[in-house]
């Protein structure tokens, strides 16, 4: 089935050093993009690409950085993780230009220790 | 960003009435609007969408009603089953390929 999927599910990472999030799609869409979801929160867009097009949003720290070597994958980097930054990361894909069908992943559960 | 939900509200339902869950929206620009399900440790999942030119779509169960004139999107549940507690979110996307969350809304049925 075409899906997107996020390795690992888990991932704890200690306070400073780097993590990278691995996300991956069957889909063939153009765009992908990740969020961020703390607790009882809504998921926050940190970043997308549309194709190569790399297109951050305001507010992302610089902490975050984002990699998408090719249409299939895409990678959140966190280059010095602080204990704020443990939360669910998804990531989503879609056709682009407004054609709709987002489609998330199962997140990674990011925990920093 | 777009609106971001710090504060989750809440709403319990009796087992078979329907839900009425709302959602505002902050961007007069967007086209396309989406109901997400997220239950806990899981991703977002798709219950149905509505674009800018209706004013109202049904699935099974479910009616999505849009408002544009005051940004509001609302999301309707018929016979609510135990099963559809989880936390509700609507997003809102456009041409420019920006696709924000609402805040969402933790519904719970009580048997």
């Known amino acids: 089935d075409a899906m997107v999927i996020q390795n690992p599910r888990y991932q704890v990472t200690q306070f400073g050093k780097p993590v990278t999030l691995s996300c991956s799609q069957t889909?063939?869409?153009?765009?992908m993009y990740w969020y961020q979801q703390k607790s009882s929160q809504a998921p926050k867009l940190l970043f997308h690409y549309y194709d190569k097009d790399f297109n951050n949003e305001a507010d992302t720290p610089d902490n975050f950085q984002s990699r998408r070597p090719n249409t299939s994958f895409c990678f959140l980097d966190i280059r010095s993780p602080g204990l704020g930054d443990a939360a669910m990361y998804l990531c989503?894909?879609?056709?682009?230009?407004?054609?709709?069908?987002?489609?998330f992943g199962s997140g990674t559960r990011l925990t920093v220790v | 960003g777009e609106s971001v939900g710090l504060h989750l509200p809440t709403l319990s339902v009796q087992e078979g009435d329907n839900s009425i869950i709302n959602c505002a929206y902050s961007?007069?620009?967007?086209?396309?609007f989406i109901w997400y399900k997220q239950e806990s440790g899981k991703g977002p999942q798709f219950i149905i969408d509505i674009r800018s030119n209706m004013d109202k779509r049904q699935g099974q169960r479910v009616t999505v009603l849009l408002n544009k004139t005051v940004k509001h999107l609302s999301l309707q549940i018929a016979a609510t089953q135990p099963g559809d507690s989880a936390v509700y979110f609507c997003a809102e996307g456009s041409g420019s390929n920006q696709f924000y969350f609402g805040t969402g809304t933790s519904l719970t049925v009580i048997p």
């Open positions: 889909l063939n869409h153009n765009v």
């Open positions: 989503a894909t879609s056709r682009g230009g407004g054609a709709g069908g987002y489609t």
């Open positions: 961007n007069s620009a967007s086209d396309y």
